[in-house]
């Protein structure tokens, strides 16, 4: 049996109503529960939540699912919010003993502390952004991706707990443009190709 850990990141906040990432959060646990072998728990950030409880399913995983939209070339603040006082409470405790330097070579081998090294993790942002933003010369964000651009330090955060990563999804012009039957096709098939036709073998069922 593969844990599950999906968390939905998305805020109600100004004009957001957060409908888009409940949308890829129901998507996410209808497809694991239609599929035997996985366990799912879920956590929604704009409830209330206990950071012990939260740090333990952390540890209970053996995938956690991020989603989350991106705003201002960041995480919300809801989020955000959540990852320090839950990171914050796994100290020592679950998520990570140290930044992995000794005092005899305070220099090397920092984010080396994690605890979570058995478990990978993965990632959905939806932007306002066109995907073209990111790919065409001389567009805003330089030819860099999201993951290596807007995520670097999201995947550094993941990294210094020791989780690894498994193949991220974006989606693109969600404010003016969004076609959510077409992204949950595409969301579906990524999920399918990660979860159940992966050709490594520990996420096979």
């Known amino acids: 049996m593969k844990h599950i850990f999906i968390i939905n990141g998305g805020q109600k906040f100004g004009h957001?109503?957060?409908?888009?990432?409940?949308?890829?959060t129901d998507t996410t646990i209808d497809f694991f529960r239609s599929h035997p072998g996985f366990e799912v728990r879920m956590t929604n950030v704009n409830d209330d939540y206990d950071p012990q409880q939260e740090v333990?399913?952390?540890?209970?995983?053996d995938v956690v699912i991020y989603h989350t939209p991106i705003w201002w070339f960041q995480l919300p603040h809801g989020f955000k919010k959540y990852i320090d006082v839950v990171f914050t409470q796994g100290h020592a405790n679950g998520i990570y003993h140290s930044d992995g330097r000794r005092s005899a070579n305070p220099t090397r081998n920092y984010g080396t502390g994690g605890m979570l090294l058995d478990k990978k993790y993965m990632v959905t942002t939806s932007w306002n952004a066109p995907e073209e933003a990111f790919t065409i010369p001389g567009e805003f964000f330089m030819e860099k991706s999201v993951d290596e651009g807007a995520l670097f330090g999201f995947h550094r955060m993941n990294a210094?707990?020791?989780?690894k990563p498994l193949e991220s999804i974006h989606f693109h012009d969600i404010e003016k443009n969004a076609d959510v039957p077409r992204d949950m096709k595409r969301y579906t098939a990524h999920l399918e190709k990660t979860f159940i036709y992966s050709s490594v073998k520990e996420f096979q069922v």
């Open 16 to 24: 957001s109503g957060g409908r888009f990432n409940e949308t890829i």
């Open 56 to 61: 333990d399913n952390y540890v209970w995983a």
């Open 160 to 163: 210094f707990t020791g989780m």
